[in-house]
């Protein structure tokens, strides 16, 4: 009666994680998983679906941990393997990523999914050539992949293959003259090849046939990319403006944009673009870079030293940032910024790794700080 009663429990509480999940109520679908899994710790398709809930929630190493489990619990099962795949190359470990998509491909081997996403793992770890190779499986496997073409075209252009990718492109484009995200993708590997006229006429073509938000935001993006080739700074400012307010989350466009209005000499503006990129991404390296020079440009001394010093917790020893940080602690004109023993530290370290001229001479500055005046002219 007892054994009875926990199945139907266990039922009930699955029902309604279930249903929350579809819903989208992902809280309530991980406190129901989570009642079955303290009942039932082995159940493989609770620990999948929390892990789900959890992704959908944005906690990436949650999401990790349950799929995990899942896969201990049933290694064979190649839906477990999958989406901690999947999860993995979220987070960034395209490395790991690759070993799981190559077990789920030895499990089914005619998954194109799967296919797909070792592709895009591979050419993430820089493996470009076993991409390129992946891709066109694919292309064995079914000749319409839309994804598979655009991979392969921009991998071809990655290895500096930029006539074939041309080529391929071009096929897309005319079968289906319509196809703005294949117009869009033309333009940009034109663009790379140098032949901004023909880039431009093809975004045009692509921003006439008013494609869904997403493909209209690249569109505008690659727009901004080659005004900004030719100096044109004003409609490349207004190009990367549209894309953003089409589809906020671009980072790098962002990034560029600060970048023209702090040439521009609008500082206060680009400070407020580069932190809204480490907001949504706290390991843009070159955001936080340029955050910190345009606070320093701004006398704004204590917060650029604490961006940087942040910047060295999520990138721990990266050289950009503890060279530029080591100038600002040897040369700040804020005494309470300023501070020679760490900058000469910096600055060691880093001069270490590469004796360039611009690491010596941040020795010196650090040397000259701390009073080693001797140490300094060496």
Known sequence: RNRRQRQMCIRDSIQAANHALVRGEYELAER???????????????RRSLGLALWHMGDLEGAVEQYRMAVELDPTDSENLYSLSIVLAERGLHDEAVG????????????????????????????????LDRYRHVLTMDSSSRAARFGEAAVLAELGRVD???????????????????????ASTL?????????????QR???????PGVLALVHHNLGVIHAKRGEWEPAIEAFGRALALDPMLT???FMLAGLLAGRGRMPEAAGLYRRNLEDDPLHLGSRVALATALVLQEQYGEARKTHEDGLVVHPGQPDLSLTLAKLLATCPDPVVRNGRRALDLALRVHEQAQTLANAETVAMAYAEVGSFDEAVR
């Open 100 to 131: 799981y998509l190559e077990a789920t491909l030895e499990i089914d081997p005619e998954s194109v999914r799967a296919h797909l996403d070792l592709a895009d793992a591979l050419l993430a770890t820089g493996r470009a050539e076993a991409a």
């Open 191 to 203: 663009s790379q090849a140098g032949r901004s006229d023909e880039a431009f006429a093809a975004l």
């Open 206 to 212: 692509a921003a006439e046939l008013e494609p869904e």
């Open 32 to 46: 129901e998983y989570r009642e079955v899994l303290a009942i039932e710790p082995d159940n493989v398709e609770s």
């Open 252 to 254: 790098d466009t962002r």
């Open 164 to 186: 074939p990718a041309i080529e391929k492109l071009r096929e897309i484009v005319a079968a289906d003259p319509t196809d703005a995200e294949a117009l869009n993708n033309l």
